[in-house]
C-alpha cells in the first residue's frame, strides 16, 4: 500500500512539473515578442534618424525631421504592438482567413472575394497624390523594418498568437493600408441590411401601412408612401420564404444596428468660456481586445499630430493638429443599393439591362483552406456591381426564382482617394482649408466636425450616389436592376453634401440624428442612426450659455436615458399604483416592487442602479410579445428595442396599436394587457438570471463592456486572458451610449461604444485629453494591454500634450531607428 502511495505521489509530481514547465516555456516564447521600448535600432529606408517616445501610457510621440521619416516611425510602432491584428485585418480584407483558420472562415473569405475589396485597392493605388503614396510606401517600410527585425532576432514571431495559428507574414504594401479604409467602410456601411429586413417585413406585414410602424421614419417631413416589394419584382416569391432565418456567420459585417454610430460636437469662442473652441468626439465601434484604436502622436513638417489611429492606416483618423481639431460621425448616408437582376432563362451566364440581356463579367479565384481541398469561386459582376452569393444576409428570401442580387456600393471604387483626404487633413492649417481636402473621401461617408482657433464647422464627407428621382424604391428596397430609374448615375458633386459652416448659433454636432430634411434624391438617407440621444445632446448645450473642457466632457460621459424617460410614462401608465393587494412572494407583488422602483427613477442608466436593468428587461419583453406573433421568427432580426416603434403603438400612431393584439388568440388584448405581461415575462428573466432581490440588482452586472479578442476569445481558458470585461454604466439610447448585444445568453452586454474620446480645447490646446478602451499592446503579456481600459471605464482620460518633454519626463523607454 505504502509503495502504490509512493508512485501515486511520484506520478502526480512529475505531472505537476510537466504542467509547470509547459507553462514556464509558453510564457518564455510568449515573452519573446514584448517588444522593447529602450533601444537603438540600425534601419534601413530612412533619411534621417528617428526618435521615438514612448510616454507612460506607451503612446509613442514619434520624432522625425521629415514626415517620410515620422510615417516609417509609426509603421514600425503599430507594428511593434498590433501584428497580429494588423495580419488579421489585412487576410479578413483579402478574403484569406481559411488559410490560417480553415473552414469555418469560409464564408467570410467567400464574401470579401465576391466583394473584390483588396483589387479595388491595388487600383486605387495610382489615383492617390504624391505626397500620400510617399507616406504608404514608408509607413510600409516602417511595419517590414519590425517584421525583419522579428525574424533576424528570433523575437517570438512578432505575437504570441503567432505561435497557435501558422500565418506567414507577407511584407507590408501600400494597397494593404487603402484596403483597410476599404475594411473600415464595410463595417460601418449598413443600409443593405436594412434594405432587405425592410423587403422581409413587407412580405409578412398583411396591412403594407404596418411598416412604417416597426420600421418607421426618424422624426421630421414625410416621404411619399413605398410600393410594397413585392410589386417591384415580377416572378414567385413565397411568402413562407420570408419567414426563413438564414445563418450568421459574417461577423466581418456587423449585424443590424452596429453598423457605426459616433458623437461628436463643437462650440465657437462665443460659446466658449475660454474663448477658444472646444471639440467633443467618440466615434463608436465593436469594443475588442485590443480596441481597435491606437493612440499615437506625429511630429510632421507642418506640426505635432496627436489622435487616434487604426493599426494599417498611416493617419490620425481623429485628433488635433496645432493649427485645427476634427472628429468624425457615422452619417448614415444611403451608400449602398441591392438590386434584383434577373438571369436569361436561355443562358444563365447573361442578366438583363435596359438594353437587353448581357454577359456578366467574371473572373475565377481560388480560395486556399488549411486542413481541407481548396475551393473555386466564380465571381461575377453586373453593371450595378458585384453578384452576392445568395446565402448571405438573408438574401435568399427575397429572391424569385432565375434572380440573383447585386451591390451598389460607394467603397466598390477602383479611384478610391479617401487615403489621399485623410493624409491630408493632418496638414490642414483652417477649416476652409480642412474642408477643402476632405474633397478626396469617398468611402466610408463620415460627418467630420472641425475646428480651428475661431471657427467651427461640420461637413457630410464622402460620395454620395446620385439617384434618379423616379427609383421605385428610392433606395429603401431592393430594386430591379434592368430598370433604368433604379441605376446609381454617378456621384453627386462635393458641393452638394451638407456642410454647417459658422452657426449662428455657436455649436455644432451630430449623434448620429438626422442632419437634414431634403427631398428625395439629395435627402442623404431615410434610415438615421439616432432619434433619441440629440435630444439630451440639445438640452446640454443649451441648458449652458457657454462650455468648457469639462462640461463637454460631462456631456460625453452622460448616462440619462431620455427614451426611458419618455417611453416609461406610456407603458406603465395603466399600471402605476392600479394594482390589488397582493401577498409577499406572489408575482403580484414582486410587479408592485418594480413599479414603485421605476416610479422614482430618473431615466439614469448608472452601473450601479437597478432599476436600468428592470426598465431594459421589461422593454426588450414588450417588443417581443407586440412582434413575435405577427413576424414569427423574423422578430429575431429585431434585436434591439425600436424606440419610435413602441413610442407609436402606445401612442396608438395611425393605428399602430394594433400590434397589440394577439392574431392567434380569441380575446383582444389591450396594450396595458400587454405591457402587464411583458414586465412579468421581465421579472421571470431577471430572476433566473440574477434573482429575485430587485432592490440589489446592478445594470452594471448585466451590462458589462465585453472586449473579445477576434480570434482567441471563444477559446476555453485561453479566453480569460485575452478578453476583458468591465461593469459599465450608458445604454444604447444615452450619449455615454453602450449598444446592448441584443442577444441570449447576455442581451445586455455592452459590445458597441466610444471606444475612442478625446476632448479638444484651443483655449488652452495641452490641456486637451484622450483615451481608448484597452490599452496600446496587443500582447496579453504586457502592462499596456488593459492598463488605459480602467481609466476609460471610470471615464477617466490622458493628456493629449504635443510638449515632447512632458513625454519624455514619464517615458517607459525611447527608441530610436538609427541609419544603418
Known sequence: MVLVFRWLFRISVFC???VVLGLLITYYLASRSLPDYDKTLPVSGITADIEIVRDNAAVPHIMALSDRDAFFGLGYAHAQDRLWQMTVLRRTVQGRLSEIFGTRTVEIDTM????????LAVQSLQHQ?????????AYSAGVNARINEINSSSLGRGAPELFLFEAPIAPWQPA???????????????????????????????DAARLSDILPDSPGQGVAALPKYADLVPGALPRFAANQVMPDFLSTIPERGLAGASNAWAAAPERSAGRGTLLANDPHLELTAPSIWYLARLQLADGGVIGGTIPGIPAILVGRSEKIAWGITSSYMDDQDLHIEELNPDNPEEYRTPDGFKPFVTRKTIINIKDAAPITLTLRWTDNGPVLPRSSFDIESILPQN????????ALSDKDTSMSGAIGLMSATSVENALDVSRSYIAPSQNLVLIDEERVAMKLVGAMPRRDPGHQSRGRLPSPGWIAANRWQGMLPYSSNPEFLAPQGGIVGNTNNKSIDAPFPNHVSYDWGDTQRVQRWQGLMQGRKV?????????????VSITARTLLPLIGRDLWFTGEAAAEGTPERQRQRALDLLANWNGEMNEHLPEPLIYAAWLRALQERLIRDDLGQLADRFRHVEPL????????????????DVIRSIKVESCSDISRLALDDALIWIEEHHGSALESLRWGDAHSATHRHATLGEVPLLHFFMNIKQSTSGGDHTLLRGRTSGVDPEPFANVHGGAYRGVYDFADPDSSVFIISTGQSGHFLSRHYEDLGQLWRRGEYIPMSLDVGLARAASVGITRLVKP
Request: hydrophobic content about 50%; glycine content about 2%; some cysteine.
Open 403 to 410: 434572380h440573383v442580387a447585386s451591390l451598389s456600393w460607394t
Open 129 to 137: 497624390d504624391a505626397a500620400t503614396l510617399d507616406a504608404l510606401e
Open 645 to 660: 416603434f413602441i413610442e407609436r403603438v402606445f401612442r396608438n400612431v395611425d393605428g399602430a396599436a394594433k400590434w397589440c
Open 547 to 559: 462650455h468648457t473642457r469639462d462640461s463637454f466632457i460631462e456631456a460625453q460621459l452622460d448616462t
Open 176 to 206: 494593404d493600408s487603402i484596403a483597410m479604409i476599404k475594411l473600415m467602410a464595410l463595417q460601418l456601411s449598413g443600409h443593405m441590411r436594412e434594405e432587405i429586413l425592410r423587403a422581409r417585413t413587407s412580405l409578412l406585414l398583411d
Open 112 to 119: 470579401l472575394r465576391r466583394l473584390d475589396l483588396y483589387p
Open 16 to 18: 505537476v512539473s510537466l
